[in-house]
T-cell receptor, first 110, second 113 residues
Framework: EDKVVQSPLSLVVHEGDTVTLNCSYE??????LLWYKQEKKAPTFLFML????IEKKSGRLSSILDKKELSSILNITATQTGDSAIYLC??????????FGKGTRLHILP | DGGITQSPKYLFRKEGQNVTLSCEQN?????MYWYRQDPGQGLRLIYY???????QKGDIAEGYSVSREKKESFPLTVTSAQKNPTAFYLC????????????FGQGTRLTVV
């Protein structure tokens, strides 16, 4: 059964800190790994990763995939209160099934 | 603008009643998905459809039904057999051929009263 496990489930840090969120997976026929940020309603897309070892960056956020370890990390540097959200990791397999983890709830203290 | 529209935003249902949640997309995508979100549970896949007139069960399909008669539409019916239907429901649609991210609707919050 395909599975996505995120850790930690909850994290509280101070503004300016750097955080690393983890995502590990078990999937038959991996196609891609996706990261989303969810603040109120609809998740918003952050990154899609398909190849191992290639870092994707967007401002203070970056992510990398390790297919050998079946995992990915999402880094956020110089955190701001606006980064407070639930961060969701998902995998898509080659049957087009998209499975999400439980998410990491990140809270940034001013 | 292309996107996914879910309606209604809020829905109240009496126990024992069926209710249908709407999801419409004008992205011209073949694939559409339904997820349920409960506090602390992330998104759990209910049903997904890769093409018109075809759909597959996700991990928590019991008590739900779907149809895909048109490319643009993928309605979800929450039946009376669903024992705990109060949740936030999200519809999504990726362009799987191009392997792009899934776009989400704004969700429907269903409450059973």
């Amino acid at each position: 059964e395909d599975k996505v496990v995120q850790s930690p489930l909850s994290l509280v840090v101070h503004e300016g800190d750097t955080v690393t969120l983890n995502c590990s997976y078990e999937v038959t026929n991996f196609r891609s790994l996706l990261w989303y940020k969810q603040e109120k309603k609809a998740p918003t897309f952050l990154f899609m990763l398909t190849s191992s070892g290639i870092e994707k960056k967007s401002g203070r956020l970056s992510s990398i995939l390790d297919k050998k370890e079946l995992s990915s990390i999402l880094n956020i540097t110089a955190t701001q209160t606006g980064d407070s959200a639930i961060y969701l990791c998902a995998i898509m397999n080659r049957d087009d099934k998209i499975i999400f983890g439980k998410g990491t709830r990140l809270h940034i203290l001013p | 603008d292309g996107g996914i529209t879910q309606s209604p935003k809020y829905l109240f249902r009496k126990e024992g009643q069926n209710v249908t949640l709407s999801c419409e997309q004008n992205l011209n995508h073949d694939a559409m998905y339904w997820y349920r979100q409960d506090p602390g549970q992330g998104l759990r896949l209910i049903y997904y459809s890769q093409i018109v007139n075809d759909f597959q069960k996700g991990d928590i399909a019991e008590g739900y039904s779907v149809s895909r008669e048109k490319k643009e539409s993928f309605p979800l019916t929450v039946t009376s057999a669903q024992k705990n239907p109060t949740a936030f429901y999200l519809c999504a649609s990726p362009e799987v051929f191009m392997n792009t991210e899934a776009f989400f609707g704004q969700g429907t919050r269903l409450t059973v009263v």
